[in-house]
């Protein structure tokens, strides 16, 4: 016989009952948002390339660039936050794109928003993650800072992936929702600065280079699907984290968060927080969410801090054997680099790489960027397996070793 299951957690919001009415009314007369973004709207660097057409309108050929981009395929071995724990239920990257797409897509249907916009957007925006997580980003960027005074940061790598080491065309709005999706900085309300140019988002690109953090506080998307997806980011993982934290042994799975007007488990966090966002955001010219859903998604991620991100058996690897790996291979990499030796791996895995794909604009070559540029693009272009792999390949003798959790260390 099958046991009971009895859920205690089940309250889920729904939308307003009048706002459903006004909604299926508009439907009705196929109501459009105003303020959504239009295809034709949309600009290239170079406009002479890449015409929409009836099969593969603007927004699809940025999505399927995307997805057909050689980095794409790396997302699968990309860990979140549980990088030591061999268990094919906890979350990559690859899996938290599709579900910021899936959420995002949900709430801008209803919303009336550019589909395939969202989707283009949240399909890369971690395209130039490192491995490893954030804690890989941090010691990438300590590293890059250390030699060249600029920083890095995994939202504005993920653009240079796609606008400047690849060159693939993708449209300023797409490119945009990317660079300012960074989902660490939550706000109440989203309004987009809607007369964005080229010209300014190299100079915010730039200055995010320059200044880092400060200058990526400041930055807002041009477009009400960049403002979703950026919201969006942080709904697909506050729940997901907590969910995986149990499942990797890392929280009880009786533990009391203390969000009660979003929830506390991930199915929860997800509807109440897209049923709040549609409540307070339908037909208006910006995405908002209610003071009780603000207050509550700034403490998720508090809690999330204190009891996750920063718990000592999620992170136990990082400062004693993870960091210093990185310091070698970075310097390692950079000498070869500068010697010019060709048969080394970031010749030969890397810039021969990016070499044999396409660039669809633009004369300089690839090899002629800044060395340190160079050694960060194909760090943080690593799998967290190649990474590993790669310097047991360059150190075979150093002790440095990754203990991971096994698959059946719960087996007595």
């Not at 016989?1 to 009415?21: C, G, H, R, S």
């Not at 240079?160 to 300023?172: E, M, Q, Y």
């Not at 998307?221 to 990797?248: F, H, N, S, W």
């Amino acid at each position: 016989m099958f046991k009971e299951v009895v859920f205690t957690d089940i309250k889920y919001d729904k939308v307003n009952e009048d706002l459903q009415k006004r909604i299926i009314e508009d439907r009705k007369e196929h109501w459009e948002n105003p303020y959504a973004f239009r295809d034709e709207n949309a600009i290239r660097r170079d406009n002479s390339r890449d015409k929409a057409n009836l099969w593969r309108p603007t927004f699809v050929r940025d999505t399927e660039k995307i997805l057909h981009l050689p980095y794409y395929n790396r997302y699968a071995d990309k860990t979140q936050v549980f990088s030591f724990t061999c268990n094919d239920d906890i979350t990559r990257r690859a899996l938290h794109v599709q579900l910021v797409s899936r959420i995002a897509r949900n709430i801008g249907a209803v919303l009336g928003l550019n589909l395939d916009l969202i989707e283009a957007i949240a399909l890369g925006h971690d395209i130039g993650h490192t491995p490893f997580g954030h804690a890989g980003e941090r010691m990438l960027n300590d590293l890059y800072n250390n030699e060249t005074g600029r920083f890095f940061n995994h939202n504005v790598h993920s653009v240079r992936v796609l606008d400047r080491i690849f060159r693939r065309n993708l449209t300023l709005q797409t490119l945009d929702g990317i660079i300012c999706h960074n989902g660490e900085f939550e706000q109440q309300e989203y309004k987009p600065d809607y007369k964005k140019t080229f010209e300014k988002y190299d100079s915010q690109t730039e200055d995010c280079y320059k200044y880092g953090v400060p200058a990526i506080k400041k930055l807002i998307p041009m477009t009400l699907e960049g403002c979703t997806v950026r919201i969006c980011d942080m709904i697909a993982y506050i729940g997901k984290d907590r969910q995986d934290a149990v499942t990797a042994g890392i929280v009880d799975k009786d533990y009391e968060f203390k969000t009660e007007f979003i929830g506390t488990n991930n199915a929860k966090i997800i509807n109440n927080l897209t049923v709040d966002i549609i409540n307070n955001s339908y037909g208006k010219d910006y995405i908002a969410l209610s003071k009780n859903a603000y207050n509550d998604l700034v403490t998720a991620k508090s809690e999330n801090y204190k009891v996750i991100y920063q718990n000592d058996a999620v992170n136990r690897e990082y400062d004693d054997c993870i960091k210093p790996m990185f310091e070698q291979v970075y310097y390692r990499l950079l000498d070869e680099l500068k010697r010019g030796d060709e048969n080394s791996f970031i010749f030969r895995h890397h810039i021969d790489f990016i070499n044999s794909n396409v660039r669809y604009y633009g004369e300089s070559e690839y090899s002629d960027e800044e060395p340190n540029d160079i050694v960060t693009d194909y760090i943080a272009s690593m799998t967290d397996d190649y990474f590993l792999a790669l310097y047991k390949e360059l150190f075979p003798k150093s002790p440095l070793k990754i203990e991971f959790k096994s698959y059946f260390d719960d087996i007595k």
